[in-house]
T-cell receptor, first 110, second 117 residues
Framework: LAKTTQPISMDSYEGQEVNITCSHN???????ITWYQQFPSQGPRFIIQ???TKVTNEVASLFIPADRKSSTLSLPRVSLSDTAVYYC???????????FGKGTRLHILP | DVKVTQSSRYLVKRTGEKVFLECVQD?????MFWYRQDPGLGLRLIYF???????EKGDIPEGYSVSREKKERFSLILESASTNQTSMYLC????????????????FGEGSRLTVL
């Protein structure tokens, strides 16, 4: 089971680019990396998923180095509404469990 | 849009009561999950199901059971509620993943906040 490690919390300001890094040293060859966003009193929602190199969508970019032992979620020009908890997940080949870590609480300041 | 609906947003129960939390999804997803979320602990997987009448234990199944009689419905049961089961409960569903290690995309309900007195 590939565990993940993320910073507990981060602060940033409106208009800045925010990068949240996740460590997953035991990632398996076929594992994918997925990020979710959770607002207060709501369930998490999918942001982005990748396997290697770089993935970009309308919300974020995901950077994965060649060794895949870490990944970085990049949020361009954040706003106050990006204040949320961000979870990094790594696919578990073993038994189909989908395990969330404790996430990173991102607080955007005006 | 995919919709995952949890039957109750807020419940208050007494110790020893039997509690049913219902979850329904409308996108014909194979996989369904129950998590609980507590401050400082993130989301922890209780049970999941990848087919009707199939269930698998997650990381914290003790004190809980589940039922999946129909594909769209996954119920979480607390046979005898205790105060340490006070928590936010989140249901999710997903399609069959693309392959080993691909978790697919999880769709979550809005959560059920349970208080056990």
């Amino acid at each position: 089971l590939a565990k993940t490690t993320q910073p507990i919390s981060m602060d940033s300001y409106e208009g800045q680019e925010v990068n949240i890094t996740c460590s997953h040293n035991n990632i398996a060859t076929n594992d994918y990396i997925t990020w979710y966003q959770q607002f207060p009193s709501q369930g998490p929602r999918f942001i982005i998923q990748g396997y290697k190199t770089k993935v970009t969508n309308e919300v974020a970019s995901l950077f994965i180095p060649a060794d895949r032992k870490s990944s970085t979620l990049s949020l361009p020009r954040v706003s106050l509404s990006d204040t949320a908890v961000y979870y990094c997940l790594v696919g578990d080949m073993g038994d189909d469990k989908i395990i969330f870590g404790k996430g990173t609480r991102l607080h955007i300041l005006p | 849009d995919v919709k995952v609906t949890q039957s109750s947003r807020y419940l208050v129960k007494r110790t020893g009561e039997k509690v049913f939390l219902e979850c329904v999804q409308d996108m014909d997803h194979e996989n369904m999950f129950w998590y609980r979320q507590d401050p400082g602990l993130g989301l922890r997987l209780i049970y999941f199901s990848y087919d009707v009448k199939m269930k698998e234990k997650g990381d914290i199944p003790e004190g809980y059971s589940v039922s999946r009689e129909k594909k769209e419905r996954f119920s979480l049961i607390l046979e005898s509620a205790s105060t340490n089961q006070t928590s936010m409960y989140l249901c999710a569903s997903s399609t069959v993943a693309g392959g080993p290690g691909d978790t697919g995309e999880l769709f979550f309900g809005e959560g059920s906040r349970l208080t056990v007195l």
